[in-house]
C-alpha cells in the first residue's frame, strides 16, 4: 500500500520519462497526461486509441509518462508528473481521507485468480489445507485478505492458518508455481491468464470471493484517478480521456484483429495465451459507474477496514462516496 505525500513523492527521485506517443493535433489543445507501465494493459488500449483514429476522434491530445510499475504510477500524481493514472480505488480513498481530493473512474473489474498445476489433487477450495501457496504481492494484499475472509466464511478457517502462504511478487511467485515449489497461486488477472493458457486450472476467480462475501455487483478496483482540482485548473479533458477509453474498449470487445495487432505489445507464448488474455481483458471490461456500484463498494470498504489494518486502509481512512466520478 502506498502512502505518499506530495513532498515525499517529490523526494522520491523516480525517474519518469513523459513521452508523446501521438501526434499533437493541428488545433491547440490542452495534453492529457497518462501513465502506463510498458507492456501492460494501459499501453494495449492507448495502442488501440491511436490505431483506431480514437484519439482523433476525440480531439484527444495524450501524453504518455511512462513508469516502470504500478507502485510509480501514484508518485508521478502526487508530484505533478502526471494528470491521470491507473490505481486501484482503495488507495485514492486512502489519500482522499488525508485530503487529496481524488476522483476514480472505473477502468477493469478484471481481477485475478487461485490456479493450480492442470494435474494437481486439489479440485476445491477446502483442498488447500495444509497446502502452500503462492500470493502475489504481501500480506495486506486486497486479495489475499478478501480469500482469507471467504475461507473463513467456507471452511470456517482462517487460509493464512491452515496453509502455507509465500508472498512476492507475481514474476517470482509465478516462476515458483511454474518450477512446482507451490502447490497453487493467487496471482494478477494477467499473469492468471498466461498460466491457465500453459495448462493451469483456476481453482477460484477472485470475482466469485467477491461474490461469496455478499458484494454484488463485483466493483471495478482499478481505474482512472485524477485530481479534481488540478485538472480543473489546466483545464485538462479528463471526460475526453474516459469517452475515448469506452470507444477503445468497444473495439477491443469485440474485434479479434484488434488483439492480433496487440500481439507484439502482448507477446504471448502461444496462440492460446492470447486468447486467454483477450478474454480476461474483455470480462473486465466496464459500463459507468452508478448506484449499485457506490453501494458494493462501501460494503467492500468495510469489510477491508474490518479485515485489515492501518498499513491496509490508512488510519482514519472511511468511505466517500464523492471519490466515484459519475
Known amino acids: 500500500m502506498i502512502d505518499l505525500t506530495r513532498r515525499q513523492a517529490l523526494g522520491a527521485g523516480l525517474a519518469l520519462s513523459a513521452t508523446s506517443m501521438f501526434p499533437r493535433l493541428a488545433r491547440a489543445s490542452v495534453p492529457v497526461r497518462l501513465t502506463s507501465v510498458k507492456f501492460g494493459s494501459v499501453s494495449w488500449l492507448i495502442d488501440t486509441l491511436r490505431a483506431e483514429g480514437i484519439d482523433k476522434k476525440h480531439g484527444l491530445d495524450l501524453e504518455v509518462v511512462e513508469v516502470a510499475n504500478n507502485a510509480a504510477a501514484p508518485i508521478a500524481l502526487l508530484s505533478g ?59 495486506i494484499d486486497k486479495s489475499w485478505i478478501l480469500l482469507r475472509a471467504y475461507s473463513r466464511k467456507v471452511i470456517g478457517k482462517d487460509i493464512a492458518n491452515v496453509a502455507e502462504p509465500v508472498f512476492g511478487a507475481a514474476p517470482l511467485v509465478t516462476a515458483e508455481f511454474k518450477g512446482g515449489r507451490l502447490d497453487a497461486v493467487l496471482n494478477f488477472w494477467t499473469y492468471a491468464a498466461r498460466l491457465r493458457a500453459d495448462g493451469a486450472r483456476e481453482v477460484l476467480s477472485m470475482a466469485d470471493v467477491v461474490k461469496g462475501l455478499g458484494i454484488s455487483p463485483t466493483p471495478a478496483l482499478v481505474g482512472f484517478i485524477w485530481s479534481e482540482k488540478a485538472v480543473a485548473q489546466k483545464s485538462v479533458p479528463v471526460d475526453v480521456l474516459l469517452n475515448a477509453v469506452a470507444d477503445a474498449n468497444e473495439v477491443l470487445a469485440k474485434s479479434d484483429a484488434a488483439w492480433e495487432r496487440l500481439r507484439p505489445l502482448i507477446k504471448p507464448a502461444s496462440d492460446a495465451e492470447l486468447v486467454a488474455i483477450r478474454d480476461y481483458y474483455r470480462s473486465g471490461i466496464t459500463g459507468a459507474w452508478g448506484p449499485e456500484e457506490t453501494a458494493a463498494a462501501e460494503k467492500l470498504t468495510n469489510l477491508l477496514i474490518e479485515l485489515g489494518d492501518a498499513e491496509l486502509v490508512g488510519d482514519g481512512t472511511r468511505f466517500d462516496q464523492h471519490l466515484f466520478h459519475t
Do not use: E, H
Open 81 to 139: 508528473s502526471a494528470d491521470v493514472i491507473v490505481s486501484d480505488w482503495t488507495w485514492a480513498l486512502r489519500q482522499r481521507a488525508k485530503g487529496d481530493d481524488l476522483k476514480f473512474a472505473p477502468y477493469s473489474a478484471a481481477l485475478g485468480s487461485l490456479m493450480v498445476p492442470k494435474d494437481s489433487p486439489i479440485k476445491s477450495f477446502g483442498d488447500l489445507v495444509g497446502k502452500k501457496i503462492g500470493v502475489a504481492g504481501t500480506g
